[in-house]
């Protein structure tokens, strides 16, 4: 009876080797405008008749709506009892192979990964070809995107500026310590970054095991990666805890359902790969070139890669509301279900300026904390701002996004956005989405006009900003191990990211409320160029109807003070 | 003098239903537009849905009644009178003049009232039904193609609508009060008689 639109539900969304990147800064043509415009309004006619009995009466209980299901009382949730019994899921168990026995020399990876390769003999070729080896998209002609390219980030900036051994502790690998890295031997890959279940596993510079990880008895107790895994480096996205992303941090780990019903053990008790679910080691997931899914269809988790979405497990129609319902073609669930992030206690980074970096005090580096820890200052990174329970910025967004490269001139328009979101109110595949936006400020070159990529972690004396604390020399160095011209003149540039907020999904009851957008002083303050009721509305015709509705008040009074003063006159006239 | 029934039970339990539902629509509508807030944009817009969808009902019912009963002849305009009666309310009405128009059972209304009604009818109630149907099913509509712009139209219509229909209801309520006494015309359209001297 519901016959909300579902236009764009089949749409193919394009794979990455149809996507060249003229596409991602063109929308293409919406599908459904090419339908004739005639008939489909009859059809529209006819429809609005049927729809309107049910519409009206159920918009009814739109305050009332409900979430449907029980919030979920620890151990009864289905989904969690799946897992309480997922050890009891596994066909082998680890412990009986002699190929884990060992003993592996201590910290030699690569020896526990020639292990499992015996028994897993595609698994390596599989993990050769993701994201989380490359680090660029597995995409010859785009190659340049992603953390092992040319990208510049608000954080550490670049990879390229020999900063190798201190990013690449998060690289699914062994030893990528600079560009001459091998990523045909597939020894060098880390299997136990991911799989490890005992807690135990550590990686240190150039992603190599800390020698003082129990080898043997991590690669005995191997399965499928939990939370734990992802957020080791997701969590600690831009170089430590809770920094980048907002909606990911340690907080998850353990946390009470209002931070996350879906990975909370009071809420559905899921892990990440429930939604990401990996297909031969690729995991689902939007990244630089396949967009997120923005239309909810209702298909499986991992139909298909990047597809996950909440219409998979929720529906199409989770309120009990049609008007609620209706929201969803121009707004993105996370809008409303996620009223704010960094909610788990954790501040994230808003501000990072790199200009203030390089201050020592009796020649030492230090650093200033708030009240909660958080770093203000700090020699080595310079000026930050940290913040918690964070609104987010909303935007119309297709689920693509631009990027600017380091090899990219600067565009005229400050500040510098180094990524940027792709939609518009127009564009029938864009919804309002939740964003944080991180503001930075660093090092660029202001002859050449381009962003550079400085030298942070290396010895004493390498030109590392991060032991030598001299801007000059660290961007001499970075250029120079990049193999980008620089013309030995720099400045700071203010440089904005944005990061989508999806996860830190919070129980119905703390979703937003229409006035939270339908009002004067709605959330969606900053996105233009369409009428919002209850936002929006013309001071003109309100002029003119106030001044309608007191012409008339003026007439009553006049003509009836007039007919009683006539009246009374009369009457003293009768008398 | 003999009483007549001047609104038959059908006739009287749509207008006070009418009247109900449209302060109804007026006191949420401006809650949503966000003139005060008494109810809360949720709620305000809840019972706006629901209102409206009841006063459509309504409408449907009336429209059938008239036709059926002939009584939509009441409406039609003329201009017979029609300058007797303004005079009567711009100078007539202070000095005591007699009524100009006498009521019958057949023709009620006075050409005021006439053009007055014919213009609710037909034009602020089916702009506000269509502005309202517009703006409620806009995201469908817009599904199928039609502009962005269709909502701020439909919504600038339908305000601009409400203001008209809350000065008609003003002046209405006001002009009741022009009969012979001043509750004489309130009363017969509650209990539906009224008196009046004999037809001929």
């Given at each position: 009876?519901?016959?909300?639109?579902?236009?764009?539900?089949?749409?193919?969304?394009?794979?990455?080797?149809?996507?060249?990147?003229?596409?991602?800064?063109?929308?293409?043509?919406?599908?459904?405008?090419?339908?004739?415009?005639?008939?489909?309004?009859?059809?529209?006619?006819?429809?609005?008749?049927?729809?309107?009995?049910?519409?009206?009466?159920?918009?009814?209980?739109?305050?009332?709506?409900?979430?449907?299901?029980?919030?979920?009382?620890?151990?009864?949730?289905?989904?969690?009892?799946?897992?309480?019994?997922?050890?009891?899921?596994?066909?082998?168990?680890?412990?009986?192979?002699?190929a884990?026995k060992?003993?592996?020399?201590?910290?030699?990876?690569?020896?526990?990964?020639?292990?499992?390769?015996?028994?897993h003999?595609?698994a390596?070729?599989?993990?050769?070809?993701?994201?989380?080896?490359l680090?660029?998209?597995?995409?010859?002609?785009?190659?340049?995107?992603?953390?092992?390219?040319?990208?510049?980030?608000?954080?550490?900036?670049?990879?390229?500026?020999?900063?190798?051994?201190?990013?690449?502790?998060?690289?699914a690998?062994?030893?990528w310590?600079?560009?001459s890295?091998?990523f045909?031997?597939?020894e060098?890959?880390?299997?136990?970054?991911?799989?490890?279940?005992t807690?135990?596993?550590?990686?240190?510079?150039?992603?190599?095991?800390n020698?003082a990880?129990?080898?043997?008895?991590?690669?005995?107790?191997?399965?499928?990666?939990?939370?734990?895994?992802?957020?080791?480096?997701?969590?600690?996205?831009?170089g430590?805890?809770?920094?980048k992303?907002?909606?990911?941090?340690?907080?998850?780990?353990?946390?009470?359902?209002?931070?996350?019903?879906?990975?909370?053990?009071?809420?559905?008790?899921?892990?990440?790969?429930?939604?990401?679910?990996?297909?031969?080691?690729?995991?689902?997931?939007?990244?630089?070139?396949?967009?997120?899914?923005m239309?909810?269809?209702p298909?499986y988790p991992?139909q298909?890669?990047?597809?996950?979405?909440c219409?998979?497990c929720?529906?199409?129609?989770?309120?009990?509301?049609?008007?609620?319902?209706?929201?969803?073609?121009?707004?993105?669930?996370?809008?409303?279900?996620i009223?704010?992030?960094?909610?788990?206690?954790?501040?994230?980074?808003m501000?990072?300026?790199?200009?203030?970096?390089?201050?020592?005090?009796?020649?030492?580096?230090?650093?200033?904390?708030?009240?909660?820890?958080?770093v203000?200052?700090?020699?080595?990174?310079?000026?930050?701002?940290?913040?918690?329970?964070?609104?987010?910025?909303?935007?119309?967004?297709?689920?693509?996004?631009?990027?600017?490269l380091?090899?990219?001139?600067l565009?005229?328009?400050?500040?510098?956005?180094?990524n940027q979101?792709?939609?518009?109110?127009?564009?029938?595949?864009?919804?309002?989405?939740?964003?944080?936006?991180h503001?930075?400020?660093?090092?660029?070159?202001?002859?050449?006009?381009?962003?550079?990529?400085?030298?942070?972690?290396?010895?004493?004396g390498?030109?590392a900003?991060?032991?030598d604390?001299?801007?000059?020399?660290?961007?001499?160095?970075?250029?120079?191990?990049?193999?980008l011209?620089?013309?030995?003149?720099?400045?700071?540039?203010?440089t904005?990211?944005?990061?989508?907020?999806?996860?830190?999904?919070?129980?119905?009851?703390?979703?937003?409320?229409?006035?939270?957008?339908?009002?004067?002083?709605?959330?969606?303050?900053?996105?233009?160029?369409?009428?919002?009721?209850?936002?929006?509305?013309?001071?003109?015709?309100?002029?003119?109807?106030?001044?309608?509705?007191?012409?008339?008040c003026?007439?009553?009074?006049?003509?009836?003070s007039?007919?009683?003063?006539?009246k009374?006159?009369?009457?003293?006239?009768?008398? | 003098?003999?009483?007549?029934?001047l609104?038959?039970?059908?006739?009287?339990?749509?207008?006070w239903?009418?009247?109900?539902?449209?302060?109804g629509?007026?006191?949420?509508?401006?809650?949503?537009?966000?003139?005060?807030?008494?109810?809360?944009?949720?709620?305000?817009?809840?019972?706006?849905?629901a209102?409206?969808?009841?006063?459509?009902?309504?409408?449907?019912?009336?429209?059938?009644?008239?036709?059926?009963t002939?009584?939509?002849?009441?409406?039609?305009p003329?201009?017979?009178?029609?300058?007797?009666?303004?005079e009567?309310?711009?100078?007539?009405?202070?000095?005591?003049?007699?009524?100009?128009?006498?009521?019958?059972?057949?023709?009620?209304?006075?050409?005021?009232?006439?053009?007055?009604y014919?213009g609710?009818?037909?034009?602020?109630?089916?702009v506000?039904?269509?502005?309202?149907?517009?703006?409620?099913?806009?995201?469908?509509?817009?599904?199928?193609?039609?502009?962005?712009?269709?909502?701020?139209?439909?919504?600038?219509?339908?305000?601009?609508?409400?203001?008209?229909?809350?000065?008609?209801?003003?002046?209405?309520?006001?002009?009741?009060?022009?009969?012979?006494?001043?509750?004489?015309?309130?009363?017969?359209?509650?209990?539906?008689?009224?008196?009046?001297?004999?037809?001929?």
């Open positions: 009876m519901l016959q909300t639109e579902r236009n764009g539900a089949t749409t193919q969304r394009p794979s990455p080797s149809e996507h060249p990147p003229e596409a991602v800064r063109d929308p293409g043509p919406s599908p459904h405008r090419t339908e004739g415009g005639a008939s489909r309004l009859l059809a529209t006619g006819t429809r609005l008749l049927i729809l309107i009995g049910s519409a009206a009466i159920l918009s009814f209980n739109a305050g009332a709506a409900a979430p449907q299901g029980s919030t979920g009382t620890p151990g009864e949730h289905p989904y969690l009892e799946a897992h309480i019994k997922a050890a009891q899921r596994y066909t082998a168990d680890h412990t009986q192979f002699q884990l060992g003993p592996f020399p201590d910290g030699d990876g690569p020896a526990v990964t020639k292990a499992c390769l015996t028994c003999n595609q390596g070729q599989q993990v050769m070809g993701t994201k989380h080896w680090w660029r998209v597995p995409d010859k002609k785009y190659e340049e995107y992603g953390k092992g390219g040319w990208l510049i980030n608000n954080f550490c900036i670049s990879i390229r500026g020999g900063n190798y051994p201190a990013c690449t502790k998060c690289h690998g062994y030893g310590k600079d560009s890295f091998d045909t031997k597939t060098n890959e880390d299997c136990l970054v991911c799989h490890d279940t807690g135990d596993y550590m990686k240190d510079e150039a992603g190599l095991a020698p990880v129990p080898l043997a008895d991590v690669a005995q107790h191997v399965g499928r990666p939990g939370i734990a895994n992802c957020g080791g480096c997701h969590f600690a996205g831009g430590a805890d809770a920094t992303h907002g909606d990911l941090d340690e907080s998850l780990l353990n946390c009470k359902i209002d931070e996350d019903v879906h990975l909370s053990k009071q809420g559905a008790g899921m892990d990440c790969v429930d939604c990401h679910t990996t297909e031969g080691h690729h995991i689902a997931g939007p990244d630089y070139l396949l967009p997120a899914n239309q909810e269809t298909e991992g298909k890669l990047g597809h996950m979405s219409a998979s929720h529906g199409e129609a989770p309120h009990n509301s049609f008007v609620l319902n209706r929201h969803y073609r121009k707004v993105a669930c996370q809008t409303c279900h009223p704010e992030f960094a909610r788990g206690g954790l501040a994230t980074n501000w990072w300026d790199w200009s203030t970096a390089g201050k020592t005090k009796d020649g030492r580096a230090y650093e200033v904390r708030d009240k909660d820890g958080d203000t200052y700090a020699t080595i990174h310079g000026s930050m701002v940290w913040k918690k329970n964070v609104v987010p910025t909303y935007r119309f967004w297709d689920g693509r996004m631009s990027f600017m380091a090899t990219d001139k565009p005229a328009e400050r500040p510098v956005w180094l979101t792709i939609g518009s109110y127009n564009d029938p595949n864009s919804k309002i989405w939740p964003f944080k936006v503001e930075g400020n660093q090092p660029y070159d202001t002859q050449l006009d381009k962003l550079v990529v400085p030298h942070l972690y290396g010895d004493k390498s030109g900003l991060w032991v604390h001299d801007w000059p020399s660290a961007i001499k160095t970075g250029m120079e191990i990049a193999g011209p620089y013309s030995g003149h720099y400045g700071f540039v203010r904005n990211m944005i990061w989508p907020i999806t996860h830190m999904v919070a129980p119905a009851k703390e979703a937003l409320t229409c006035v939270n957008c339908h009002s004067e002083k709605s959330r969606l303050a900053g996105l233009k160029g369409f009428y919002l009721p209850g936002r929006d509305r013309s001071r003109g015709i309100d002029f003119l109807g106030w001044a309608a509705v007191l012409i008339t003026v007439a009553v009074v006049a003509h009836g007039g007919r009683i003063f006539f009374a006159r009369k009457k003293r006239g009768s008398k | 003098m003999t009483r007549v029934l609104y038959k039970r059908f006739e009287r339990f749509w207008h239903t009418q009247m109900l539902l449209i302060v629509l007026l006191i949420t509508g401006f809650d949503v537009h966000g003139s005060y807030h008494i109810l809360g944009y949720a709620q305000a817009v809840d019972f706006h849905d209102f409206a969808l009841a006063l459509m009902v309504l409408i449907v019912f009336a429209i059938f009644w008239h036709f059926t002939g009584e939509w002849k009441q409406y039609i003329t201009r017979k009178f029609l300058k007797e009666m303004a009567f309310y711009l100078t007539g009405i202070f000095r005591g003049a007699p009524h100009p128009v006498r009521k019958s059972r057949t023709a009620k209304l006075n050409p005021l009232q006439r053009l007055a014919l609710f009818k037909l034009l602020i109630i089916p506000q039904v269509t502005s309202g149907l517009i703006y409620f099913f806009y995201p469908n509509l817009n599904a199928h193609g039609w502009p962005t712009w269709t909502l701020k139209v439909a919504a600038e219509v339908h305000v601009l609508g409400a203001f008209l229909l809350l000065a008609f209801l003003i002046g209405h309520v006001y002009l009741t009060t022009t009969g012979t006494t001043p509750l004489t015309n309130l009363k017969a359209m509650i209990f539906g008689w009224e008196l009046m001297e004999e037809e001929e």
